[in-house]
DNA sequence: CTGATACATCGACGCCTGTCAATACCAGGG
DNA sequence: CCCTGGTATTGACAGGCGTCGATGTATCAG
């Protein structure tokens, strides 16, 4: 196998390892294209930081109107981003770590400096 | 115009952790943004497995012609994923591990923290 | 110098996406 | 029941992006 030294970066990250597929590449474009929006990341660290949001209060932080706050975040969720909960006439927003762990892996894994 | 650079000093601006400015989020998008293509995705799984390729034998595995492809390492290269170098007629490029890694911490510190 | 090769650039086309106004849908209050 | 308020959907527009053919530029072989 081609003995490859880990520069910098810790060690090899699986994107730049393993053969990628092309429905994979596809699968994870999408990941990335969620995340390829100023807009969203806002409204991603938004909801991450207060924990649950309402859509009615992202709308002022992030200066865009309802349908596109709404836009947003149905592709957020669609993407397995954020997740959101129907309370009353509200929808609370939450992150779905998992699913930035998991495209965050995509991209190598910093962890297996383990000893 | 005052651009900012990709800081090297400080590690990650934390998405799920700190606020968010529009300025950092313009500029990660911009990052992911490079990322949002399974074509360009490919395109960095080859050259990171080779270790350094030449356009030419992009073309194939990627199945796009030669302008196409010379775009793709444009984009890629101007959102500082790889490098080019040029040995003779060749163009070779390589993956910036630094780049990768910079932009997989903004999708959150997998680490819990570092005692 | 001439020809061939590798790559970049230009121009054009079609598709996708971000945006908002208008509207429809749904839940709660009177 | 009707009215109010929060959200999703529709339709439309402008802009960006991926793609390729044609062309330009640089480098090597002869």
């Known amino acids: ?9 810790g060690c ?3 994107v730049l390892e393993a053969p990628l597929d092309e429905s994979d ?9 969620a995340l390829a929006d100023p807009i969203r990341l806002r409204l991603l660290n938004l909801v991450a930081t ?4 309402c859509s009615c209060e992202l709308m002022a932080p992030l200066g865009r109107s309802q349908p596109t ?3 947003h975040t149905k592709v957020l969720a669609d993407a397995g981003l954020i997740t959101g909960e129907k309370r009353g006439r509200w929808v609370w927003w939450s992150i779905v770590p998992a699913r930035l762990a ?5 991209l190598g894994s910093a962890e297996p400096a383990r000893a």
Chains 1, 2 share one sequence.
């Open 1 to 9: 196998m081609a003995e490859r030294q880990p520069d910098a970066a």
């Open 12 to 14: 090899c990250p699986p």
């Open 25 to 33: 590449a596809t699968e994870l474009a999408q990941g990335f294209a």
């Open 50 to 53: 207060a924990g649950e949001v």
């Open 69 to 71: 706050v709404s836009h």
């Open 102 to 106: 998991e495209i965050r892996d995509a």
